[in-house]
Protein backbone atom coordinates (compact mmCIF):
# COMPACT_ATOMS: atom_id res chain seq x y z
CA UNK A 1 0.00 0.00 0.00
CA UNK A 2 1.27 3.50 -0.54
CA UNK A 3 -0.84 6.62 -0.93
CA UNK A 4 -0.69 8.74 -4.17
CA UNK A 5 1.10 12.08 -2.14
CA UNK A 6 4.21 9.38 -1.59
CA UNK A 7 4.31 8.65 -5.62
CA UNK A 8 4.27 11.85 -6.28
CA UNK A 9 7.73 13.40 -7.24
CA UNK A 10 9.54 9.91 -7.25
CA UNK A 11 12.10 9.17 -9.83
CA UNK A 12 11.26 7.50 -13.32
CA UNK A 13 14.37 5.64 -15.15
CA UNK A 14 13.79 3.57 -17.79
CA UNK A 15 16.04 0.26 -18.46
CA UNK A 16 19.38 1.92 -18.52
CA UNK A 17 19.02 3.86 -15.76
CA UNK A 18 18.65 7.37 -17.64
CA UNK A 19 16.48 10.03 -15.23
CA UNK A 20 13.77 10.30 -17.37
CA UNK A 21 11.90 12.67 -14.99
CA UNK A 22 9.23 12.87 -11.99
CA UNK A 23 6.00 11.43 -11.61
CA UNK A 24 3.35 14.14 -11.44
CA UNK A 25 -0.09 12.17 -11.78
CA UNK A 26 -1.90 8.55 -12.01
CA UNK A 27 -4.47 7.99 -14.24
CA UNK A 28 -6.89 5.50 -13.59
CA UNK A 29 -10.23 4.28 -15.23
CA UNK A 30 -13.04 1.44 -14.68
CA UNK A 31 -12.34 -1.84 -16.21
CA UNK A 32 -14.86 -4.65 -16.24
CA UNK A 33 -15.54 -6.84 -12.93
CA UNK A 34 -12.51 -4.83 -11.13
CA UNK A 35 -15.31 -2.66 -8.71
CA UNK A 36 -12.20 0.28 -8.16
CA UNK A 37 -10.39 2.55 -10.70
CA UNK A 38 -7.29 0.48 -11.71
CA UNK A 39 -3.92 2.55 -12.40
CA UNK A 40 -3.75 2.28 -16.46
CA UNK A 41 -0.79 5.43 -16.63
CA UNK A 42 1.64 7.56 -14.95
CA UNK A 43 2.42 11.24 -15.96
CA UNK A 44 5.39 11.72 -15.79
CA UNK A 45 7.14 15.47 -16.06
CA UNK A 46 10.29 14.90 -18.42
CA UNK A 47 12.11 18.40 -19.48
CA UNK A 48 8.76 20.94 -19.12
CA UNK A 49 7.06 18.47 -20.75
CA UNK A 50 3.93 15.89 -19.56
CA UNK A 51 4.57 12.16 -21.25
CA UNK A 52 2.19 9.89 -19.96
CA UNK A 53 3.38 6.39 -19.66
CA UNK A 54 1.63 3.15 -19.70
CA UNK A 55 1.63 1.40 -16.64
CA UNK A 56 2.25 -2.19 -18.46
CA UNK A 57 5.76 -0.29 -18.99
CA UNK A 58 5.98 0.15 -15.12
CA UNK A 59 8.37 -2.90 -13.57
CA UNK A 60 6.78 -1.68 -10.41
CA UNK A 61 4.90 0.95 -8.70
CA UNK A 62 5.96 1.09 -5.11
CA UNK A 63 9.72 1.94 -4.95
CA UNK A 64 11.58 4.38 -4.25
CA UNK A 65 12.78 5.35 -7.91
CA UNK A 66 9.86 3.53 -10.37
CA UNK A 67 12.09 1.61 -13.05
CA UNK A 68 10.36 1.01 -16.65
CA UNK A 69 10.79 -2.19 -18.79
CA UNK A 70 12.96 -0.56 -21.89
CA UNK A 71 14.01 2.48 -23.14
CA UNK A 72 12.59 5.96 -22.94
CA UNK A 73 12.91 5.59 -26.85
CA UNK A 74 10.88 2.68 -27.43
CA UNK A 75 8.24 2.76 -24.96
CA UNK A 76 4.95 4.43 -26.61
CA UNK A 77 3.23 7.02 -24.70
CA UNK A 78 -0.22 5.83 -23.67
CA UNK A 79 -3.32 7.30 -25.46
CA UNK A 80 -5.83 9.01 -23.19
CA UNK A 81 -9.46 8.41 -23.38
CA UNK A 82 -12.15 10.58 -22.53
CA UNK A 83 -12.96 8.03 -19.07
CA UNK A 84 -9.52 8.28 -18.17
CA UNK A 85 -9.19 9.72 -14.51
CA UNK A 86 -6.35 11.69 -13.50
CA UNK A 87 -6.13 11.23 -9.99
CA UNK A 88 -4.31 14.22 -8.51
CA UNK A 89 -5.76 16.64 -11.12
CA UNK A 90 -9.64 15.35 -10.71
CA UNK A 91 -9.77 13.94 -7.45
CA UNK A 92 -7.52 15.60 -5.09
CA UNK A 93 -8.91 18.35 -2.56
CA UNK A 94 -12.43 18.06 -4.37
CA UNK A 95 -15.46 17.28 -2.09
CA UNK A 96 -17.29 14.44 -1.08
CA UNK A 97 -20.34 13.73 1.06
CA UNK A 98 -20.15 11.76 3.68
CA UNK A 99 -23.55 10.62 4.44
CA UNK A 100 -22.76 8.32 7.12
CA UNK A 101 -20.98 11.12 9.31
CA UNK A 102 -23.67 13.39 7.57
CA UNK A 103 -21.22 15.94 6.37
CA UNK A 104 -19.39 17.42 3.74
CA UNK A 105 -15.54 16.46 3.52
CA UNK A 106 -12.35 16.81 1.14
CA UNK A 107 -10.08 14.53 -0.80
CA UNK A 108 -6.37 14.57 1.22
CA UNK A 109 -5.47 11.81 -0.26
CA UNK A 110 -5.74 8.69 -2.79
CA UNK A 111 -4.84 5.28 -0.85
CA UNK A 112 -2.82 2.80 -3.58
CA UNK A 113 -3.15 -0.79 -3.27
CA UNK A 114 -1.59 -3.73 -5.91
CA UNK A 115 -3.84 -6.66 -5.95
CA UNK A 116 -2.07 -10.02 -6.47
CA UNK A 117 -4.80 -11.45 -8.02
CA UNK A 118 -4.90 -9.48 -10.90
CA UNK A 119 -1.68 -7.95 -10.94
CA UNK A 120 -3.08 -4.52 -11.23
CA UNK A 121 -2.73 -1.70 -9.08
CA UNK A 122 -5.89 -0.09 -8.30
CA UNK A 123 -7.63 3.00 -6.16
CA UNK A 124 -8.31 1.41 -2.55
CA UNK A 125 -9.42 4.45 -0.74
CA UNK A 126 -9.82 8.07 -0.03
CA UNK A 127 -8.30 9.60 2.66
CA UNK A 128 -10.17 12.65 4.43
CA UNK A 129 -8.04 12.47 7.24
CA UNK A 130 -5.60 15.53 9.02
CA UNK A 131 -3.02 13.13 8.15
CA UNK A 132 -3.29 13.49 4.59
CA UNK A 133 -2.84 17.06 4.48
CA UNK A 134 0.38 16.48 6.51
CA UNK A 135 1.70 13.57 4.35
CA UNK A 136 0.67 15.62 0.84
CA UNK A 137 3.29 18.40 2.49
CA UNK A 138 6.33 16.80 3.06
CA UNK A 139 5.36 16.00 7.06
CA UNK A 140 5.73 12.30 7.05
CA UNK A 141 8.13 12.25 10.49
CA UNK A 142 5.82 14.18 11.96
CA UNK A 143 2.23 12.34 10.65
CA UNK A 144 4.10 8.74 11.86
CA UNK A 145 5.19 10.20 15.24
CA UNK A 146 1.55 11.84 15.85
CA UNK A 147 0.09 8.14 14.39
CA UNK A 148 1.97 6.22 16.66
CA UNK A 149 1.06 8.28 19.95
CA UNK A 150 -2.50 8.06 18.78
CA UNK A 151 -3.00 5.34 17.40
CA UNK A 152 -6.84 5.51 17.09
CA UNK A 153 -6.78 9.07 16.39
CA UNK A 154 -10.70 10.03 14.99
CA UNK A 155 -8.91 12.72 12.74
CA UNK A 156 -7.78 9.54 10.53
CA UNK A 157 -10.51 8.56 8.16
CA UNK A 158 -10.59 7.00 5.01
CA UNK A 159 -13.98 5.83 2.78
CA UNK A 160 -13.95 3.09 0.58
CA UNK A 161 -13.57 3.80 -3.26
CA UNK A 162 -16.74 1.57 -3.49
CA UNK A 163 -18.45 4.51 -1.71
CA UNK A 164 -17.79 6.93 -4.02
CA UNK A 165 -18.77 8.02 -7.18
CA UNK A 166 -17.49 10.07 -9.26
CA UNK A 167 -19.16 12.77 -11.17
CA UNK A 168 -16.47 12.54 -14.23
CA UNK A 169 -14.48 15.62 -15.29
CA UNK A 170 -16.45 17.95 -12.65
CA UNK A 171 -15.39 19.75 -9.14
CA UNK A 172 -17.75 17.23 -7.08
CA UNK A 173 -17.88 13.80 -5.77
CA UNK A 174 -20.48 12.04 -3.68
CA UNK A 175 -21.24 9.01 -2.18
CA UNK A 176 -23.18 6.38 -3.52
CA UNK A 177 -26.15 6.17 -1.98
CA UNK A 178 -29.67 6.64 -2.39
CA UNK A 179 -30.69 10.13 -3.62
CA UNK A 180 -33.25 10.35 -0.76
CA UNK A 181 -30.43 10.26 1.83
CA UNK A 182 -29.23 13.67 0.81
CA UNK A 183 -31.84 14.66 2.99
CA UNK A 184 -29.94 14.16 6.03
CA UNK A 185 -27.47 16.68 5.21
CA UNK A 186 -27.22 19.94 6.26
CA UNK A 187 -28.41 22.98 3.87
CA UNK A 188 -24.85 24.74 5.04
CA UNK A 189 -23.40 21.41 2.96
CA UNK A 190 -25.61 21.17 0.72
CA UNK A 191 -24.91 24.70 -0.71
CA UNK A 192 -21.36 23.86 0.11
CA UNK A 193 -21.24 21.22 -2.24
CA UNK A 194 -23.22 23.54 -4.81
CA UNK A 195 -20.56 26.12 -4.73
CA UNK A 196 -18.11 23.46 -6.41
CA UNK A 197 -20.47 21.89 -9.16
CA UNK A 198 -20.40 23.39 -12.83
CA UNK A 199 -23.90 24.87 -14.03
CA UNK A 200 -25.01 21.66 -15.50
CA UNK A 201 -24.00 19.20 -12.46
CA UNK A 202 -26.15 21.97 -10.06
CA UNK A 203 -29.02 22.34 -11.80
CA UNK A 204 -29.58 18.41 -12.20
CA UNK A 205 -28.63 18.77 -8.47
CA UNK A 206 -31.06 20.96 -7.55
CA UNK A 207 -33.63 18.70 -9.03
CA UNK A 208 -33.21 16.02 -6.75
CA UNK A 209 -33.82 18.06 -4.09
CA UNK A 210 -37.84 18.80 -2.71
CA UNK A 211 -38.86 21.67 -2.31
CA UNK A 212 -38.26 22.34 1.61
CA UNK A 213 -34.73 21.08 1.13
CA UNK A 214 -34.19 23.69 -1.89
CA UNK A 215 -35.63 26.53 0.17
CA UNK A 216 -33.36 25.82 2.96
CA UNK A 217 -29.78 25.06 0.12
CA UNK A 218 -30.66 28.75 -1.35
CA UNK A 219 -30.61 30.34 2.03
CA UNK A 220 -27.47 29.84 2.43
CA UNK A 221 -25.88 31.16 -0.55
CA UNK A 222 -25.78 34.84 -1.57
CA UNK A 223 -28.75 36.22 -3.49
CA UNK A 224 -27.05 37.01 -6.74
CA UNK A 225 -25.72 32.95 -6.76
CA UNK A 226 -29.97 31.84 -5.93
CA UNK A 227 -30.95 33.79 -8.75
CA UNK A 228 -28.33 32.62 -11.33
CA UNK A 229 -29.66 28.62 -9.47
CA UNK A 230 -33.32 29.68 -10.28
CA UNK A 231 -32.69 31.14 -13.74
CA UNK A 232 -33.57 27.86 -15.43
CA UNK A 233 -36.08 26.63 -12.82
CA UNK A 234 -39.98 26.95 -14.35
CA UNK A 235 -41.78 30.18 -12.36
CA UNK A 236 -44.64 27.28 -10.70
CA UNK A 237 -41.52 25.94 -8.88
CA UNK A 238 -39.91 28.97 -7.85
CA UNK A 239 -42.71 30.35 -6.37
CA UNK A 240 -43.23 27.19 -4.19
CA UNK A 241 -39.61 27.49 -2.74
CA UNK A 242 -40.03 31.01 -2.15
CA UNK A 243 -43.09 30.30 -0.10
CA UNK A 244 -40.80 28.03 1.91
CA UNK A 245 -37.95 30.89 2.31
CA UNK A 246 -38.42 32.74 5.23
CA UNK A 247 -39.91 36.43 4.11
CA UNK A 248 -36.76 38.80 4.26
CA UNK A 249 -34.30 35.87 2.14
CA UNK A 250 -37.13 35.25 -0.37
CA UNK A 251 -37.30 39.31 -0.77
CA UNK A 252 -33.50 39.57 -0.80
CA UNK A 253 -33.58 36.89 -3.71
CA UNK A 254 -36.95 38.38 -5.68
CA UNK A 255 -35.05 42.02 -5.42
CA UNK A 256 -31.71 39.96 -7.86
CA UNK A 257 -34.35 38.65 -10.51
CA UNK A 258 -35.56 40.66 -13.23
CA UNK A 259 -38.69 42.85 -12.17
CA UNK A 260 -40.90 41.62 -14.82
CA UNK A 261 -40.45 37.77 -13.33
CA UNK A 262 -40.15 38.80 -9.88
CA UNK A 263 -43.82 40.22 -10.52
CA UNK A 264 -44.89 37.08 -12.09
CA UNK A 265 -43.61 34.92 -9.38
CA UNK A 266 -45.21 37.23 -6.55
CA UNK A 267 -48.43 36.79 -8.64
CA UNK A 268 -48.23 33.08 -8.00
CA UNK A 269 -47.31 32.56 -4.48
CA UNK A 270 -49.84 32.26 -1.52
CA UNK A 271 -51.61 35.76 -0.99
CA UNK A 272 -50.66 35.80 2.56
CA UNK A 273 -46.25 35.02 1.65
CA UNK A 274 -46.65 37.29 -1.26
CA UNK A 275 -47.94 40.03 0.81
CA UNK A 276 -45.47 39.64 3.61
CA UNK A 277 -42.63 39.92 0.56
CA UNK A 278 -44.29 42.48 -0.52
CA UNK A 279 -43.98 44.50 2.22
CA UNK A 280 -40.23 43.46 2.47
CA UNK A 281 -39.56 44.71 -1.29
CA UNK A 282 -40.72 48.73 -0.66
CA UNK A 283 -38.20 49.16 1.83
CA UNK A 284 -34.39 50.36 1.22
CA UNK A 285 -31.85 47.24 0.73
CA UNK A 286 -29.97 48.72 3.68
CA UNK A 287 -32.31 49.32 6.21
CA UNK A 288 -34.21 47.35 9.20
CA UNK A 289 -37.09 47.10 6.90
CA UNK A 290 -35.67 45.85 3.96
CA UNK A 291 -33.66 43.49 6.29
CA UNK A 292 -35.73 41.98 8.77
CA UNK A 293 -38.46 39.29 8.87
CA UNK A 294 -41.80 38.92 9.43
CA UNK A 295 -42.00 35.71 10.77
CA UNK A 296 -41.71 36.30 14.99
CA UNK A 297 -43.56 35.33 17.72
CA UNK A 298 -45.97 37.83 20.03
CA UNK A 299 -48.36 36.49 22.25
CA UNK A 300 -50.87 38.72 24.67
CA UNK A 301 -49.84 40.29 28.23
CA UNK A 302 -52.85 38.97 30.38
CA UNK A 303 -52.04 35.05 29.52
CA UNK A 304 -50.87 32.78 31.93
CA UNK A 305 -46.70 31.39 31.88
CA UNK A 306 -48.91 27.93 31.55
CA UNK A 307 -50.95 29.16 28.94
CA UNK A 308 -48.36 30.92 26.95
CA UNK A 309 -46.38 27.53 26.67
CA UNK A 310 -49.36 25.75 25.01
CA UNK A 311 -49.93 28.79 22.57
CA UNK A 312 -45.75 28.75 21.81
CA UNK A 313 -46.46 24.93 20.88
CA UNK A 314 -48.61 25.93 18.10
CA UNK A 315 -47.26 28.83 16.59
CA UNK A 316 -44.37 28.14 16.64
CA UNK A 317 -44.25 25.72 13.97
CA UNK A 318 -44.65 28.99 11.21
CA UNK A 319 -41.83 30.80 12.67
CA UNK A 320 -38.35 30.63 11.56
CA UNK A 321 -36.89 32.20 14.62
CA UNK A 322 -37.61 31.71 18.70
CA UNK A 323 -35.29 33.57 20.88
CA UNK A 324 -37.83 35.93 22.57
CA UNK A 325 -41.30 36.62 22.60
CA UNK A 326 -42.67 39.91 22.27
CA UNK A 327 -45.66 41.05 24.07
CA UNK A 328 -48.12 43.56 22.40
CA UNK A 329 -51.55 45.00 22.96
CA UNK A 330 -54.76 44.90 21.30
CA UNK A 331 -53.30 47.85 18.77
CA UNK A 332 -49.99 45.02 18.01
CA UNK A 333 -48.14 47.66 20.24
CA UNK A 334 -44.75 46.36 21.43
CA UNK A 335 -45.25 46.57 25.46
CA UNK A 336 -42.59 43.89 26.51
CA UNK A 337 -40.58 40.84 26.01
CA UNK A 338 -39.29 37.57 27.34
CA UNK A 339 -36.84 34.96 26.87
CA UNK A 340 -37.59 31.47 26.37
CA UNK A 341 -35.82 30.70 29.71
CA UNK A 342 -37.95 33.74 31.57
CA UNK A 343 -41.08 31.47 30.60
CA UNK A 344 -39.54 28.14 31.57
CA UNK A 345 -38.77 29.59 34.82
CA UNK A 346 -42.08 31.56 35.54
CA UNK A 347 -44.64 29.77 37.82
CA UNK A 348 -47.54 28.31 35.81
CA UNK A 349 -50.06 30.44 37.32
CA UNK A 350 -48.18 34.16 36.75
CA UNK A 351 -49.09 36.36 33.91
CA UNK A 352 -46.97 37.07 30.97
CA UNK A 353 -47.14 40.74 32.46
CA UNK A 354 -45.55 40.09 35.02
CA UNK A 355 -42.33 38.53 34.20
CA UNK A 356 -41.60 40.28 30.79
CA UNK A 357 -39.28 42.92 30.39
CA UNK A 358 -41.02 46.53 29.65
CA UNK A 359 -37.95 48.11 28.47
CA UNK A 360 -37.46 46.75 24.85
CA UNK A 361 -34.79 47.97 22.76
CA UNK A 362 -36.07 48.54 19.04
CA UNK A 363 -35.08 50.26 15.93
CA UNK A 364 -37.31 51.57 13.42
CA UNK A 365 -38.26 50.80 9.94
CA UNK A 366 -35.58 53.31 8.11
CA UNK A 367 -32.95 52.72 10.31
CA UNK A 368 -29.89 51.69 8.33
CA UNK A 369 -27.90 48.31 9.00
CA UNK A 370 -25.21 49.72 10.42
CA UNK A 371 -27.40 51.60 13.36
CA UNK A 372 -28.97 48.31 13.67
CA UNK A 373 -25.74 46.56 14.24
CA UNK A 374 -24.54 49.00 16.90
CA UNK A 375 -27.99 48.58 18.43
CA UNK A 376 -27.64 44.34 18.33
CA UNK A 377 -23.90 44.60 19.84
CA UNK A 378 -24.13 47.27 21.84
CA UNK A 379 -27.00 45.19 24.08
CA UNK A 380 -25.61 42.10 22.86
CA UNK A 381 -28.97 40.64 21.30
CA UNK A 382 -29.84 38.05 19.25
CA UNK A 383 -32.70 39.66 17.28
CA UNK A 384 -34.21 43.59 17.28
CA UNK A 385 -38.09 44.04 16.85
CA UNK A 386 -38.64 46.37 14.31
CA UNK A 387 -41.38 48.96 14.66
CA UNK A 388 -43.30 52.06 13.15
CA UNK A 389 -43.93 55.72 14.54
CA UNK A 390 -46.74 54.32 16.22
CA UNK A 391 -44.52 51.03 17.92
CA UNK A 392 -46.58 48.71 16.33
CA UNK A 393 -44.47 45.51 16.27
CA UNK A 394 -43.60 44.61 12.05
CA UNK A 395 -41.00 42.42 12.17
CA UNK A 396 -37.38 41.38 13.68
CA UNK A 397 -33.71 41.74 12.62
CA UNK A 398 -31.66 38.88 13.20
CA UNK A 399 -27.67 39.48 14.29
CA UNK A 400 -26.26 37.53 11.48
CA UNK A 401 -28.34 39.35 8.98
CA UNK A 402 -27.74 42.97 10.57
CA UNK A 403 -24.10 42.18 10.49
CA UNK A 404 -23.88 40.33 7.13
CA UNK A 405 -22.22 43.10 5.54
CA UNK A 406 -19.49 43.56 8.12
CA UNK A 407 -18.61 40.34 8.51
CA UNK A 408 -15.26 39.10 5.54
CA UNK A 409 -16.71 36.19 3.59
CA UNK A 410 -14.12 33.23 4.80
CA UNK A 411 -15.66 34.08 7.82
CA UNK A 412 -19.49 34.01 7.29
CA UNK A 413 -18.72 30.41 7.19
CA UNK A 414 -17.49 29.72 10.11
CA UNK A 415 -20.27 31.51 11.82
CA UNK A 416 -23.54 29.78 12.89
CA UNK A 417 -26.74 31.18 11.36
CA UNK A 418 -28.98 30.65 14.30
CA UNK A 419 -32.15 30.65 12.05
CA UNK A 420 -31.62 27.29 11.08
Known amino acids: MIYLSELTGKLVTDTDGEHIGNLMDLVACSQPNISRPVIVAIVVKRKGKELIIPISDVIVLIRPIIP ?9 PYQSTEDDLYLAQDVLDKQIIDINGVRVVRVNDLEIVRVNEIGKYVVNNVDISNMGI ?11 RFTSRFKDNPSRNVISWNEVELLHHDQFMRLRVPGDKIAELHPADLADIITDMSRLQSDKFLEALDVKQLADTLEEVEPDFQASLVESMSDEKVADVLEEMAPDEAADL ?3 LP ?16 EDVRKLLTYPEDSAGGIMTTEF ?6 LTSEQAIAMLRIIALDVETIFYVYVVDPEDRLIGVF ?3 DLLLAKPEVTVKDFMDERVISVELMDGREQVAQIISKYNLLTVPVVDDQQRLLGIVTWDDALDEF ?7 RLPRFYH
Open 68 to 76: LKDRIQNIK
Open 134 to 144: LRRIGLEKVTQ
Open 254 to 256: LAE
Open 259 to 274: KERSEDLLDLMEDEDA
Open 297 to 302: VVIQPD
Open 339 to 341: SLQ
Open 407 to 413: IPPALKK
